[in-house]
Protein backbone atom coordinates (compact mmCIF):
# COMPACT_ATOMS: atom_id res chain seq x y z
CA UNK A 1 0.00 0.00 0.00
CA UNK A 2 1.29 3.36 -0.92
CA UNK A 3 1.99 6.31 1.53
CA UNK A 4 -0.90 8.83 1.78
CA UNK A 5 -0.09 12.18 0.11
CA UNK A 6 1.55 14.69 2.87
CA UNK A 7 -0.05 18.31 2.42
CA UNK A 8 1.49 21.34 0.67
CA UNK A 9 2.37 24.57 3.07
CA UNK A 10 -1.10 26.08 1.94
CA UNK A 11 -4.25 25.29 -0.08
CA UNK A 12 -3.24 25.72 -3.31
CA UNK A 13 -5.17 27.40 -6.26
CA UNK A 14 -3.47 25.01 -8.49
CA UNK A 15 -5.55 22.80 -10.23
CA UNK A 16 -5.45 18.78 -9.24
CA UNK A 17 -2.57 16.85 -9.99
CA UNK A 18 -4.31 14.82 -12.88
CA UNK A 19 -3.42 14.39 -16.11
CA UNK A 20 -6.43 15.86 -17.75
CA UNK A 21 -4.96 19.48 -15.96
CA UNK A 22 -1.39 18.33 -16.53
CA UNK A 23 -1.70 18.10 -20.27
CA UNK A 24 -3.73 21.12 -20.53
CA UNK A 25 -0.88 23.17 -18.97
CA UNK A 26 0.51 26.29 -21.10
CA UNK A 27 -2.03 25.07 -23.78
CA UNK A 28 -5.01 27.10 -25.48
CA UNK A 29 -8.21 26.57 -23.55
CA UNK A 30 -11.31 28.40 -24.75
CA UNK A 31 -14.21 28.84 -22.72
CA UNK A 32 -17.23 29.78 -25.95
CA UNK A 33 -19.47 31.61 -23.76
CA UNK A 34 -19.69 35.46 -22.47
CA UNK A 35 -21.21 34.01 -18.65
CA UNK A 36 -18.69 35.47 -15.94
CA UNK A 37 -20.75 32.26 -14.19
CA UNK A 38 -19.39 30.22 -16.39
CA UNK A 39 -16.11 31.31 -15.96
CA UNK A 40 -15.67 31.80 -12.30
CA UNK A 41 -17.03 27.78 -12.29
CA UNK A 42 -13.95 26.79 -14.21
CA UNK A 43 -11.46 29.67 -12.19
CA UNK A 44 -13.25 27.18 -9.33
CA UNK A 45 -11.27 23.84 -9.89
CA UNK A 46 -8.24 25.54 -11.33
CA UNK A 47 -8.71 26.62 -14.51
CA UNK A 48 -7.70 30.10 -14.20
CA UNK A 49 -5.82 30.83 -17.95
CA UNK A 50 -8.58 30.77 -20.24
CA UNK A 51 -9.53 33.03 -23.54
CA UNK A 52 -13.36 34.38 -23.37
CA UNK A 53 -14.93 33.81 -27.21
CA UNK A 54 -18.63 34.07 -27.09
CA UNK A 55 -19.83 32.16 -29.98
CA UNK A 56 -21.23 34.14 -32.46
CA UNK A 57 -23.83 31.52 -32.88
CA UNK A 58 -27.74 33.07 -33.29
CA UNK A 59 -29.48 30.51 -30.93
CA UNK A 60 -32.66 30.56 -32.96
CA UNK A 61 -33.27 26.81 -33.42
CA UNK A 62 -36.95 26.31 -33.65
CA UNK A 63 -37.96 24.87 -29.92
CA UNK A 64 -41.04 23.59 -31.84
CA UNK A 65 -39.38 20.92 -33.63
CA UNK A 66 -37.19 19.33 -31.04
CA UNK A 67 -37.05 17.51 -27.82
CA UNK A 68 -36.01 19.87 -24.75
CA UNK A 69 -32.71 17.33 -25.07
CA UNK A 70 -32.27 17.79 -28.61
CA UNK A 71 -32.47 22.11 -28.55
CA UNK A 72 -30.00 22.59 -25.63
CA UNK A 73 -27.51 19.89 -26.87
CA UNK A 74 -27.40 21.10 -30.66
CA UNK A 75 -26.90 25.12 -29.22
CA UNK A 76 -24.46 23.77 -26.95
CA UNK A 77 -22.72 21.98 -29.72
CA UNK A 78 -23.26 25.13 -32.55
CA UNK A 79 -21.82 27.63 -30.13
CA UNK A 80 -18.84 25.06 -29.87
CA UNK A 81 -18.71 24.68 -33.46
CA UNK A 82 -18.88 27.98 -34.21
CA UNK A 83 -15.82 29.08 -32.17
CA UNK A 84 -13.76 26.34 -33.29
CA UNK A 85 -14.52 27.49 -36.93
CA UNK A 86 -13.11 30.80 -36.46
CA UNK A 87 -10.05 30.38 -34.41
CA UNK A 88 -8.96 26.76 -35.71
CA UNK A 89 -6.60 28.72 -37.98
CA UNK A 90 -5.44 31.20 -35.53
CA UNK A 91 -1.87 31.83 -34.54
CA UNK A 92 -2.28 29.83 -31.61
CA UNK A 93 -4.60 26.95 -32.23
CA UNK A 94 -6.88 25.91 -28.96
CA UNK A 95 -6.32 22.60 -27.33
CA UNK A 96 -10.01 22.98 -26.32
CA UNK A 97 -13.03 24.38 -26.61
CA UNK A 98 -15.74 24.20 -24.14
CA UNK A 99 -19.48 25.79 -24.57
CA UNK A 100 -22.47 25.38 -22.46
CA UNK A 101 -26.04 26.20 -23.27
CA UNK A 102 -28.36 26.18 -20.08
CA UNK A 103 -32.41 26.33 -19.82
CA UNK A 104 -35.13 26.23 -17.55
CA UNK A 105 -38.24 23.64 -18.34
CA UNK A 106 -41.13 24.31 -16.08
CA UNK A 107 -44.94 22.93 -16.75
CA UNK A 108 -43.32 21.58 -19.92
CA UNK A 109 -42.99 24.78 -21.42
CA UNK A 110 -39.12 26.31 -21.75
CA UNK A 111 -38.85 28.92 -19.56
CA UNK A 112 -36.59 32.06 -20.73
CA UNK A 113 -35.16 35.01 -19.63
CA UNK A 114 -37.22 37.31 -18.26
CA UNK A 115 -38.43 40.52 -21.06
CA UNK A 116 -39.60 42.90 -18.47
CA UNK A 117 -40.15 43.58 -14.83
CA UNK A 118 -43.69 42.31 -15.22
CA UNK A 119 -42.57 39.30 -16.94
CA UNK A 120 -39.89 38.42 -14.36
CA UNK A 121 -42.20 38.79 -11.78
CA UNK A 122 -44.64 36.42 -12.82
CA UNK A 123 -41.99 33.82 -13.93
CA UNK A 124 -41.17 33.64 -10.28
CA UNK A 125 -44.92 33.63 -9.00
CA UNK A 126 -45.21 30.75 -11.39
CA UNK A 127 -42.04 28.82 -10.42
CA UNK A 128 -43.51 29.63 -6.50
CA UNK A 129 -46.50 28.28 -6.99
CA UNK A 130 -45.89 25.38 -9.13
CA UNK A 131 -46.45 21.91 -7.35
CA UNK A 132 -43.98 20.23 -9.08
CA UNK A 133 -39.60 21.69 -9.37
CA UNK A 134 -38.74 22.75 -12.45
CA UNK A 135 -35.96 21.46 -14.20
CA UNK A 136 -32.38 23.17 -15.44
CA UNK A 137 -30.65 21.60 -18.25
CA UNK A 138 -27.12 22.03 -19.28
CA UNK A 139 -26.00 21.02 -22.06
CA UNK A 140 -22.06 21.09 -22.24
CA UNK A 141 -19.64 20.58 -25.58
CA UNK A 142 -16.18 20.39 -26.00
CA UNK A 143 -14.18 20.75 -29.03
CA UNK A 144 -10.46 19.08 -29.31
CA UNK A 145 -8.67 19.22 -32.75
CA UNK A 146 -7.06 15.70 -34.16
CA UNK A 147 -3.55 14.99 -34.46
CA UNK A 148 -4.48 12.51 -37.47
CA UNK A 149 -5.72 14.64 -40.95
CA UNK A 150 -9.06 12.61 -40.18
CA UNK A 151 -12.31 14.07 -41.32
CA UNK A 152 -13.93 16.00 -40.13
CA UNK A 153 -10.36 17.27 -37.96
CA UNK A 154 -12.07 17.72 -34.90
CA UNK A 155 -13.30 15.34 -31.92
CA UNK A 156 -16.92 16.79 -30.24
CA UNK A 157 -18.47 15.17 -27.21
CA UNK A 158 -21.51 16.87 -24.82
CA UNK A 159 -23.50 15.91 -21.96
CA UNK A 160 -26.65 16.69 -20.55
CA UNK A 161 -27.18 17.14 -17.20
CA UNK A 162 -30.26 17.67 -15.52
CA UNK A 163 -30.91 19.35 -11.74
CA UNK A 164 -34.58 19.78 -10.19
CA UNK A 165 -35.63 22.67 -8.43
CA UNK A 166 -37.87 23.32 -5.72
CA UNK A 167 -38.81 27.05 -4.45
CA UNK A 168 -39.90 27.93 -1.29
CA UNK A 169 -44.00 28.23 -1.05
CA UNK A 170 -43.29 30.86 1.73
CA UNK A 171 -41.49 32.98 -0.67
CA UNK A 172 -44.00 36.28 -0.30
CA UNK A 173 -44.46 38.47 -2.98
CA UNK A 174 -42.92 41.63 -1.45
CA UNK A 175 -40.31 39.19 -1.91
CA UNK A 176 -40.54 38.53 -5.48
CA UNK A 177 -40.93 42.25 -6.16
CA UNK A 178 -37.63 43.11 -4.03
CA UNK A 179 -35.78 40.74 -6.16
CA UNK A 180 -37.11 41.56 -9.31
CA UNK A 181 -35.78 45.24 -8.43
CA UNK A 182 -32.80 44.16 -7.55
CA UNK A 183 -32.04 43.36 -11.36
CA UNK A 184 -29.64 39.96 -10.41
CA UNK A 185 -32.08 37.46 -12.21
CA UNK A 186 -32.86 39.71 -15.32
CA UNK A 187 -30.31 38.29 -17.31
CA UNK A 188 -31.08 34.28 -16.15
CA UNK A 189 -32.84 31.66 -17.93
CA UNK A 190 -36.05 31.28 -15.18
CA UNK A 191 -35.35 34.77 -13.62
CA UNK A 192 -32.50 33.92 -11.03
CA UNK A 193 -29.43 33.16 -9.88
CA UNK A 194 -29.11 30.57 -7.54
CA UNK A 195 -25.33 31.69 -5.82
CA UNK A 196 -26.58 34.84 -5.45
CA UNK A 197 -29.40 36.58 -3.36
CA UNK A 198 -31.56 34.33 -5.49
CA UNK A 199 -30.40 31.29 -3.18
CA UNK A 200 -32.81 32.88 -0.82
CA UNK A 201 -35.99 31.97 -3.01
CA UNK A 202 -35.03 28.20 -3.26
CA UNK A 203 -36.01 25.33 -1.04
CA UNK A 204 -34.17 22.47 -1.90
CA UNK A 205 -32.59 21.25 -4.85
CA UNK A 206 -32.51 17.53 -6.35
CA UNK A 207 -28.98 16.76 -8.50
CA UNK A 208 -25.44 19.51 -9.11
CA UNK A 209 -25.93 22.50 -7.64
CA UNK A 210 -23.14 23.62 -10.01
CA UNK A 211 -25.35 22.79 -13.17
CA UNK A 212 -28.01 25.37 -11.44
CA UNK A 213 -25.25 28.18 -11.76
CA UNK A 214 -24.48 27.50 -15.52
CA UNK A 215 -22.06 24.34 -15.77
CA UNK A 216 -21.69 21.08 -14.02
CA UNK A 217 -18.65 20.93 -13.01
CA UNK A 218 -18.23 16.74 -12.30
CA UNK A 219 -19.53 15.99 -15.87
CA UNK A 220 -17.61 19.10 -17.39
CA UNK A 221 -14.53 17.52 -16.11
CA UNK A 222 -15.53 13.88 -16.83
CA UNK A 223 -15.92 15.31 -20.99
CA UNK A 224 -12.60 16.80 -20.86
CA UNK A 225 -11.30 13.68 -20.43
CA UNK A 226 -13.30 12.07 -22.54
CA UNK A 227 -12.25 14.47 -25.19
CA UNK A 228 -9.11 14.78 -25.38
CA UNK A 229 -8.22 11.00 -23.45
CA UNK A 230 -10.83 9.05 -25.49
CA UNK A 231 -9.14 5.77 -25.78
CA UNK A 232 -8.52 5.69 -22.33
CA UNK A 233 -11.91 6.33 -21.71
CA UNK A 234 -13.39 4.01 -23.80
CA UNK A 235 -11.29 1.25 -22.14
CA UNK A 236 -13.00 2.56 -18.75
CA UNK A 237 -16.86 2.75 -19.81
CA UNK A 238 -16.47 -1.20 -21.57
Same mark, same amino acid.
Given at each position: ???????????????????????????????????????????????????????? !? %?? #??????? @?? $????? +????????????????????????????????????????????????????????????????????????????????????????????? !? %?? #??????? @?? $????? +???????????????????????????????????????????????????????
Amino acid at each position: MSEPPSYTDAVSTQPLNLPVFQFLRDKRIILASGSPRRRQLLNQIGIAKLDVIKSG !F %AE #DLDKSQM @SV $YEYVQ +ETASRKALAVYKQEIESEVEPALIIAADTIVLSKNQIVEKPKSPIEHFRMLQSLRDDDFPHRVFTAVACIAPLEEPVYPGYTLQTHIEETQVF !F %AK #DVSDEFL @SA $YVASA +EGKDAAGGYQIQGKGALLVDKIVGDYSNVVGLPLKATLQLMEKTLFPEETEFEDA
